[in-house]
């Protein structure tokens, strides 16, 4: 449903669409799912379409890193969130990133993880669905063409990596389920429900920091009225761009809220006091997966990133229930004392020691000190 401020475009009739498709995404059925229930669409929608088919990681980072696109008027994902996770990123690469960007970008959901694609079908109003309704609801979105901003988030990394993630960052129980779960992708969506059951069952306690810049006076308020008014850069939050020809051309926005890792955060900044952790999980939609309503006041570009963290002594019991309340978006109604939620404009990561996975996207990473 439309938001108060958003603005909206439209695709052009007709309408050329790249579709980067994985053919090994979710339960390998990507590539059939789109030639049964997408394609027909398409075309009477009048959207042609160019299918490329990636063969291996990083194919589709290359591709619209090194590519033209401007033969084509939207780029399509048709994959999990990890291939949308390497194609926002391999757009970044581009000395043209900034123009790039505005290209209007389409998730189909065709993997195990679906969170973009539930969180935009939830925005849009519609019922909670899964699977083919899912995509067909989505692939319905493409058809009629609207288009408007989505948040990015600018993470950096202690060993000097700058990612753009466009859904969540974690650490702890909820990184290990994504992760260790991948064996099961053939099961689809039931590959995370057993994930989840085998990691509570050895349940690990991370130690670390967590920082953060609050979003405003109290959770769920918009963040518009307050903010002076800002360049538009691409819909992502919190960059304020710079004085013209301070940058040089190309360049990526500068990470105006931080400071380099190796100084302390700010002092108008929240420093959690406890440093034993569950999971933290710093998600910017509404949704987690699927079935995981994470985050139920998230905007598609609310500038707000939604930092949720779990407390080391929670029980197995009320972590389960946090879990099947999520299905609903109820979580926060349980007043579980471990569980703590915040909007925050900006956060702060410092693992006390390399354990644990963390993800960006759903995809690993190293662990180490990082910021957003």
């Given at each position: ?179 260790d779960s991948e064996k099961y992708r053939r099961l689809g969506n039931a590959r ?43 819909g992502q939050a919190g960059h304020i761009v710079p004085p013209a020809g301070t ?45 995981l309503l994470m985050a139920p006041s998230a905007g598609l570009h609310d500038g ?69």
């Open positions: 449903l439309p938001r108060a401020g958003d603005s909206y475009g439209v695709l052009p009739r007709p309408c050329r669409a790249l579709v980067l498709l994985n053919p090994q995404s979710g339960a390998g059925r990507a590539l059939e799912d789109f030639q049964a229930v997408v394609q027909p669409m398409l075309a009477e929608a009048d959207i042609a379409t160019t299918v490329f088919v990636t063969e291996r990681p990083h194919h589709a980072h290359e591709k619209v890193r090194d590519e033209d696109l401007s033969q084509w008027d939207t780029v399509v994902v048709m994959a999990g969130d990890g291939l949308l996770y390497e194609v926002v990123n391999g757009l970044m690469e581009r000395p043209d990133w900034e123009e790039t960007m505005k290209k209007p970008l389409c998730i189909l959901p065709g993997g195990s993880g679906n969170a973009l694609a539930a969180s935009i079908n939830h925005y849009a109003g519609n019922d909670h669905v899964a699977k083919k309704k899912l995509l067909t609801n989505c692939a319905f979105i493409l058809c009629k063409g609207l288009h408007t901003q989505m948040d990015l988030v600018s993470l950096s990394t202690a060993s000097g990596k700058r990612l753009f993630s466009f859904l969540g960052f974690g650490w702890g129980f909820i990184s290990d389920v994504d992760i995370f429900t057993l994930g989840t059951l085998q990691c509570l069952a050895k349940l690990r306690v991370y130690q670390g920091r967590l920082s953060y810049l609050p979003a405003g006076p109290e959770p769920g308020t918009s963040l518009a009225p307050r903010d002076p008014p800002a360049p538009v850069t691409n940058e040089a051309p190309g360049a990526l926005p500068s990470d105006s809220l931080l400071v380099p890792l190796s100084q302390p955060v700010p002092a108008h900044w929240t420093v959690v006091p406890e440093e034993e952790f569950v999971t933290v999980y710093a998600i910017y939609q509404s949704h987690l997966g699927t079935n707000c990133i939604h930092l949720f963290y779990l407390k080391a002594g929670v029980s197995r019991v009320a972590l389960l229930k946090i879990f099947l309340a999520m299905a609903r978006g109820t979580h926060l109604d349980l007043n579980c004392p471990h569980l703590r939620y915040v909007p925050v404009r900006a956060f702060r990561l410092e693992p006390r020691a390399a354990a644990g996975i963390m993800t960006v996207d759903g995809e690993a990473l190293a662990c180490e000190p990082v910021q957003g």
